[in-house]
């Protein structure tokens, strides 16, 4: 069997792994590098026409979650090309087409459960829930000609799920992690750290309207801010993207909140993205979050602006603009680097123009190095293989024991 990562050996994103046998051929992840809007047109074209080759008669694509470095080129595929995932990863996709295309519309769907085998063109496949701050996201176990490999996916253990890693199978032959951490000398912060941080920015200035700028799709975080909501006394503002994604994932989890199932969610409607929604799909995305008695409008904010807290987003600021409020706070809770995209700018100037305070309150979605130890200590792996990664020579210094594995980009070593 033939191992290959054509990309993220030296990079964070843009992942694509290749397990091939003497039956088959497999991908992992299929994704957008995180640079790819910055490059040249010419240098996009060159990354597309790449891609393309590696899925030439592929077999199945195993995806380990809803970030588009992991499934970004997903258009390339052949139609029907069979792509597995967990059925939360699934129903995170499918609301991408409400707004712009379905990744997965062309391909043929098969959802996979946690912990349960599967054989797949010869190779015994078990996906491991893990951590992430992706809804949904796995590990997989790949079995086949006598070798068990484990790629990690995005993981970390400083999530509300963080000892799913406990799970994860052990000694097997080849342990693919990542490494986004791996050169920064840090200590991320818990998700429950991140609920208390909410709640002391609200107590810091209760009569505030505090915005939160914060991805739809990380779920964890938006049930933290949520649970601070509720222990302040405050009410919880989406849009109705927002409130798609949140309705989503409740139909797999209860538990998860949404603007039907609580009162202390309700949606605003910026016109921009009410818009776009009404015109490119069915009114039910719109009427299924009942907006009678649910919607909340920019009067409604201006009169009573401490009630609320507002999960907001560059594309909402004309929205923003109609509010009036003495004191407004802005918290960001999202990767730094978002801050300085140039299609961030408009909303940039409007928040520092209009908010006294600006506060970070974030954790990474990925492990930090301590946790990257524990994980390599629990599964003890036969061979450590770098991934995800921009400091992948880090990898002998900070896991002596290992028997690490070097490779480039699209070198193939028989395993």
Request: charged fraction near 25%; hydrophobic fraction near 35%; aromatic fraction near 10%.
């Amino acid at each position: 069997m033939n191992l290959t990562i054509h990309r993220g050996t030296h990079e964070i994103g843009g992942s694509c792994v290749e397990l091939r046998t003497t039956e088959a051929k497999i991908l992992i992840d299929f994704g957008m590098p995180l640079d790819y809007d910055k490059r040249t047109p010419e240098e996009q074209e060159q990354i597309r026409c790449t891609a393309a080759e590696w899925c030439k008669e592929v077999d199945a694509l195993f995806l380990s979650h809803a970030h588009a470095d992991h499934y970004g080129l997903f258009e390339l595929l052949p139609d029907n090309t069979p792509v597995y995932a967990t059925e939360e990863t699934f129903a995170v996709l499918a609301l991408d087409g409400i707004l712009g295309k379905d990744p997965t519309a062309h391909l043929k769907k098969c959802p996979i459960r946690g912990y349960q085998r599967y054989e797949i063109v010869g190779i015994s496949v078990t996906a491991y829930p893990i951590d992430h701050s992706a809804y949904g996201a796995c590990a997989l176990l790949f079995e086949m000609e006598g070798k068990r490999v484990l790629y990690s996916g995005d993981v970390r253990l400083h999530g509300v799920k963080g000892k799913l890693y406990k799970y994860l199978p052990r000694e097997v032959d080849y342990l693919l992690l990542e490494g986004t951490n791996i050169a920064r000398e840090q200590y991320n912060t818990t998700e429950r750290d991140v609920e208390s941080q909410f709640i002391n920015a609200f107590d810091n200035a209760p009569y505030a309207l505090h915005l939160v700028w914060c991805s739809s799709k990380n779920i964890d975080r938006i049930c933290a801010l949520f649970r601070a909501c509720l222990r302040r006394g405050k009410t919880l503002l989406i849009d109705p993207y927002t409130a798609n994604v949140l309705a989503a994932v409740a139909t797999i989890n209860p538990k998860i909140p949404s603007a039907t199932t609580t009162e202390q969610i309700k949606v605003y409607f910026p016109p921009r993205l009410t818009t776009r929604l009404t015109e490119r799909n069915k009114e039910e995305y719109i009427y299924s979050l009942c907006p009678r008695e649910n919607k909340v409008t920019y009067a409604d904010i201006s009169a009573t602006p401490e009630r609320y807290v507002m999960l907001v987003r560059p594309s909402v600021v004309e929205f923003l603009q109609k509010i009036e409020a003495k004191q407004i706070r802005f918290i960001k809770s999202i990767w730094s680097g978002y801050w300085d995209e140039p299609n961030t700018e408009r909303f940039r100037r409007w928040v520092e123009a209009n908010c006294e305070q600006l506060t970070d309150i974030h954790s990474s979605g990925h492990a930090d190095i301590t946790s990257l130890q524990h994980i390599v200590e629990f599964v003890q792996p036969k061979h450590l293989v770098p991934i995800h990664t921009d400091s992948p020579s880090r990898f002998t210094e900070l896991f002596p024991n290992s028997n690490v594995i070097y490779l480039n980009d699209n070198e193939a070593i028989k395993i």
